[in-house]
């Protein structure tokens, strides 16, 4: 089964994805991660996709996609993927419709999570990242606080506020453009009746887990 996370940063995208791969037994293949590994190898994909990615950009498609048809090859891959930061425009989900058609597979289910806008940015502003490069790990200072204040509980170097998860408009400006770009593909999928919102939110009391067990079961049922 072939499943597409969709939700603006600071939704909870990662965590859902992470718990659906889990529970389904089939890999998240998050190409944020695989760009990031990529630069921290010093790989010659790393080092092409850093130059945009260090300009906040979309790595170009002639990269991104190629690693993503590769990544399909994968063997761990025979009984789906989740795929969590891919496509991100209509271009690429064009050319992964072509990729799966080519193996005999489709795009079975996109998610489409949704958050309140000021529940978002108050996630964004409360969340804090271990400054040590190897670990990075992220905390909230409200949903899941370290043990120890401004510490990492993982590796005990010091917490930090990621530049750009200080600045409330810079926030609105990144939510903003993320809608622009993802839009398109929401309609895309829609009109091919695979779309399902999920709002996740804590007003609510939805977060990531519960979201989780309902796709679960939405999925056992139907897909
Ligand atoms: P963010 O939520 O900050 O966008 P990601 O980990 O999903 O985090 O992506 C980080 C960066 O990696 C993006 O800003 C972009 O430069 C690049 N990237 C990830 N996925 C794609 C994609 N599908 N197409 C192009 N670039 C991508
Ligand atoms: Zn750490």
Same mark, same amino acid.
């Given at each position: 089964m072939i499943i597409i996370m969709?939700?603006?940063?600071?939704?909870?995208k990662g965590t859902v994805a992470g718990l659906l791969s889990e529970k389904l037994g089939i890999p998240q293949i998050s190409t944020g991660d695989i760009f990031r590994k990529n630069i921290k190898e010093e790989t010659e994909l790393g080092i092409e996709a850093n130059k945009y990615m260090s300009k906040g950009m979309l790595v170009p498609d002639d990269i991104t996609v190629p690693m993503v048809a590769k990544r399909l090859e994968m063997d761990d891959v025979v009984d789906g993927a989740i795929l969590d930061g891919f496509p991100r425009t209509i271009e690429q989900a064009k050319?992964?419709?072509?990729?799966?058609?080519?193996?005999?597979?489709?795009?079975?289910?996109?998610?489409?999570?949704?958050?309140?806008?000021?529940?978002?940015?108050?996630?964004?502003?409360?969340?804090?990242?271990?400054?040590?490069?190897?670990?990075?790990?992220?905390?909230?200072?409200?949903?899941?606080?370290?043990? @120890?204040?401004?510490?990492?509980? @993982?590796?005990?170097?010091?917490?930090?506020?990621?530049?750009?998860?200080?600045?409330?408009?810079?926030?609105? @400006?990144?939510?903003?453009?993320?809608?622009?770009?993802?839009?398109?593909?929401?309609?895309?999928?829609?009109?091919?009746?695979?779309?399902?919102?999920?709002?996740?939110?804590?007003?609510?009391?939805?977060?990531?887990? @519960?979201?989780?067990?309902?796709l679960i079961e939405y999925i056992k049922e139907s897909v």
């Open positions: 969709l939700g603006a940063q600071g939704t909870g050319k992964f419709d072509e990729m799966l058609a080519a193996k005999g597979k489709k795009v079975d289910l996109v998610v489409n999570l949704t958050t309140p806008r000021d529940e978002i940015i108050e996630r964004i502003l409360t969340r804090r990242v271990c400054s040590n490069q190897e670990c990075k790990a992220t905390y909230n200072l409200i949903m899941h606080p370290p043990k @120890k204040d401004g510490i990492c509980d @993982k590796c005990g170097a010091k917490l930090v506020q990621r530049e750009d998860d200080s600045d409330e408009s810079a926030i609105n @400006k990144r939510l903003e453009i993320y809608d622009v770009q993802t839009s398109p593909l929401v309609e895309y999928y829609e009109k091919r009746n695979v779309l399902r919102k999920e709002e996740i939110s804590s007003r609510i009391n939805r977060l990531g887990d @519960k979201v989780a067990s309902d």
